[in-house]
């Protein structure tokens, strides 16, 4: 009975051992799922958190943001994601072998709970969890299986598979190392492209294992995050602390797209424009067979008048210019004929495949013929674009001048260029090329300088102390201290090879560091008899000096301007125009606003009379505001019928509310200075300023700029209208030489540190090669001049 006893006790003490380690264990394995779990939520969240865009929520299942903070995805199966989150991702190919961890041997994620904002998908009965059948949205495509030469042994996630010859990129979503999106195509031979960012550090188009095109700098690559195709139209590869290291710079095209092919990567407008390709302008694939020969022989240049040679003349004009309406499509051997006075000229696509303008038996301006193989038809569209087209209708050549609904395309003997209807011009070739006209009554006391370069110029930097705001480039000479000697003769080096003509130098009153350094410094350079300079008044210093009601402002006012007469106008280099010692007044449309009493043609008139000098005021007055958009409407601009200040400029148009994510100073300044611009500079003497970046101290958006970019937009607003400049020469004031602190400097940077831009030389050599180019035309430099005068006498 005792035994019996100790027995029962001793297989219950077992018993309870027993459960209690099952329990024990039990607990770990559930505390180890829902951590687990969590731990991925806290991803999902952080991810969220971190990476958000404005939007008050985000959907847990997007494809692109997930594993936004988990640079690959835990579980990879073949060439595509199917972890935890992608149960039903369409081109998910699902096996019934166990998943294979990536980058270590934990365990794989519980099946029996899947975090997603849609339901599970529903077991069958007879089928285990790794079997399910996954409902697709697309017909069953086998994803490529060949990875790429060189593209690692990782295997890459397809985000998106497609059978065809071509496949088009969704908007917004965000791509990560890895995700590449798969073509095939079984009637060109089972070929296979990938295209996306591999685990090589490779972006580009990948096809049957051979690269067809990558972006050069895969040192740069190697710190890529993320890639996104923006709602903008623009490709933009960005870090992980978001900052941008590489865009395809077509930016503010919405509802364009993003397409591949076998051949190529392009970014298509709305309107079938292309807006980017690379390769750029590639033959279609080929197929088999010989091709095709043309249906008639080449034929050599015809004469225009009479036309021979089979070309159709659409147009014949008898002058000097034809317009070419819009929306209308032409072929091969339709030209538009232009004669007068024994010249002759054709412009058009030409049996031989020349598309361009031919004048008098001379190719004028011809597109390569790599180009235009594949034509089929040309247009001028209404939104001002000329347009090339094979027999798909996909655009395979674009003069880029989109968005300009009214504009013409006109042909001279010389010239073919596109004008806005306030006779703005678009683009033009051959650029800025004419014949030699009669000067126009511009006043232009050189006429083998017709533009003049003014830099702005900030003499306030500190030898070794450069900490008082950030910057984001380094300089070429290093910290350096404006009031050396040594860096201010280097300074005016590099500006006369440059181009500029003038320093526009930081004014913050008499007792300022900057005043100091410029004394110290640049007065004392020896080349300072080589470059002229005057004052930018910083006028914010007029703050809490009174008010303009009761003159004690202007008091202020006269204190100040009599210092820089006294001590600096009588100077040799002293810039003066037409004889007048120049003053640059800074945001006169905030400072001296003439809402609150600044009286312009007065303050200005005893400013002139008491410092005894006939001040050539320029005022930085347009800008967004609605009466500073519009000089009609501007109180210092017109007063009484009568212009107040002798010209006007901008320092900088940059508001960051404006600024869209990715784009180029040059994009920036034309969509939202140029029209202001054209405003004032129709009515007023009116001098522009050109900025080639932008990345300030304050963390606002940045604008990115290089050397092709920075050129395209002198060119642009170099050609503004001029309008009673009454013997100014023509300014272009460039913003700037060394803010290093805005980053909208040109001076040198040192491309060898780890810097934003590393943008060298460019900026200058761009501004030097400009100046070369409007120089070798004289004073008829801007496509479409004309001998047309204003009802003043200027030329337009």
Not at 679 to 694: D, I, L, R, T
Not at 717 to 722: E, G, I, Q, T
Not at 769 to 779: H, I, Q
Request: glycine share 8%.
């Amino acid at each position: 009975m005792r035994i019996s006893v100790a027995s029962r006790l001793l297989s219950c003490l077992l018993l309870f051992l027993s459960t209690s380690n099952y329990s024990v264990n039990a607990a770990k394995l559930r505390r180890g799922s829902v951590q687990q779990n969590d731990e991925i939520m806290d991803d999902m969240s952080s991810t969220t958190a971190d990476e958000s865009d404005g939007s008050a929520t985000r959907s847990l299942n997007s494809d692109s943001e997930v594993f936004a903070k988990r640079k690959t995805p835990p579980w990879t199966f073949g060439n595509s994601k199917c972890g935890l989150l992608r149960k039903q991702h369409p081109g998910c190919t699902r096996y019934a072998s166990p998943p294979t961890p990536i980058f270590s041997s934990t365990t794989p994620p519980p099946t029996n709970k899947v975090v997603s904002s849609s339901p599970p998908p529903t077991e069958s009965p007879t089928q285990s969890p790794t079997q399910l059948q996954i409902p697709l949205t697309m017909p069953p495509v086998t994803p490529p299986t060949t990875a790429p030469t060189g593209l690692g042994d990782r295997p890459l996630n397809c985000v998106q598979t497609v059978n065809g010859s071509e496949l088009t990129i969704e908007h917004s979503a965000r791509f990560y190392k890895g995700d590449v999106h798969c073509l095939s195509s079984a009637a060109d031979g089972q070929e296979e492209a990938y295209f996306g960012y591999t685990w090589t550090n490779q972006f580009g188009l990948f096809v049957n294992g051979q690269t067809v095109w990558e972006i050069p700098y895969q040192q740069a690559l190697a710190s890529v995050f993320r890639w996104t195709f923006q709602g903008d139209g623009n490709v933009v590869m960005r870090s992980e602390n978001d900052k941008v290291l590489w865009m395809s710079g077509t930016c503010c095209y919405s509802g364009s797209q993003l397409k591949v092919s076998m051949e190529r990567v392009w970014i298509e407008s709305r309107t079938g424009s292309q807006l980017w390709s690379e390769p750029f302008f590639v033959t279609p694939h080929p197929t088999p067979g010989p091709t095709s020969p043309p249906t008639r022989p080449p034929t050599p240049p015809p004469t225009p008048s009479p036309i021979s040679y089979e070309l159709n003349c659409v147009q014949t004009i008898q002058g000097n210019e034809l317009t070419i309406p819009p929306e209308t499509e032409f072929h091969k051997g339709d030209v538009h004929c232009l004669s007068s006075s024994g010249q002759e000229a054709y412009f058009g696509y030409t049996w031989t495949n020349q598309f361009g303008l031919f004048s008098n038996f001379e190719d004028v301006w011809t597109l390569p013929s790599s180009v235009t193989t594949n034509f089929d038809r040309w247009s001028f569209q209404e939104d001002g674009n000329l347009v090339l087209r094979d027999a798909d209708g996909r655009s395979i050549w674009t003069s880029e001048s989109y968005g300009n609904f009214g504009s013409h395309l006109r042909v001279s003997f010389r010239q073919v260029f596109i004008n806005r209807s306030t006779g703005y011009t678009l683009w033009s070739q051959p650029p800025y090329l004419g014949p030699p006209r009669p000067p126009p009554n511009d006043g232009y006391p050189d006429p083998n300088g017709t533009l003049q370069y003014y830099a702005y110029y900030y003499p306030w930097y500190l030898r070794n102390n450069w900490g008082r705001h950030d910057y984001q480039d380094e300089p070429l000479l290093g910290k350096y201290g404006t009031n050396e000697v040594a860096v201010a003769e280097q300074h005016i080096e590099w500006a006369l090879e440059t181009g500029i003509t003038s320093w526009v130098v930081s004014y913050w009153g008499p007792d300022h560091l900057t005043m100091k350094h410029f004394k110290q410094g640049m007065l004392n350079a020896p080349s300072i008899d080589k470059i002229k300079f005057c004052m930018l008044y910083e006028s914010v210093i007029l703050d809490d000096r009174g008010s303009w009601r009761d003159g004690s402002k202007e008091e202020a006012l006269y204190r100040d301007l009599k210092v820089i007469v006294d001590e600096f106008v009588d100077h040799p280099s002293y810039l003066k125009i037409n004889g007048r010692p120049v003053i640059i007044w800074y945001i006169t449309r905030s400072r001296m606003p003439f809402q609150e009493g600044f009286d312009g043609p007065s303050v200005l008139a005893n400013m002139r009379r008491r410092l005894g000098h006939d001040i050539y005021f320029i005022a930085d007055e347009p800008f967004f505001n609605s009466y500073n958009k519009r000089p009609s409407v501007n109180g210092n601009a017109f007063q009484g019928g009568k212009q107040v200040f002798d010209a006007y400029t901008t320092y900088n148009m940059y508001l960051d509310d404006r600024v869209r994510d990715g784009e180029t100073a040059t994009t920036y300044q034309l969509r939202e200075g140029m029209p202001i611009w054209q405003e004032w500079a129709e009515k007023v003497p009116m001098f522009p300023n050109v900025m080639p970046q932008y990345y300030d101290f304050r963390g606002n958006k940045p604008l990115l700029g290089n050397g092709a970019d920075f050129m395209k937009q002198l060119r642009e607003v170099a050609c503004l209208p001029r309008t009673n400049f009454n013997g100014a020469p023509h300014i272009m004031f460039i913003t700037s030489f060394n803010e290093w602190w805005e980053g909208t400097q040109i001076e040198p940077e040192d491309g060898s540190r780890d810097n934003w831009n590393n943008y060298g030389f460019q900026f200058m050599e761009t501004l030097a090669a400009f100046k070369k180019e409007v120089d070798s035309r004289g004073t008829h430099w801007c496509p479409g001049d004309s001998t047309a005068t204003t009802k003043n006498g200027n030329r337009n």
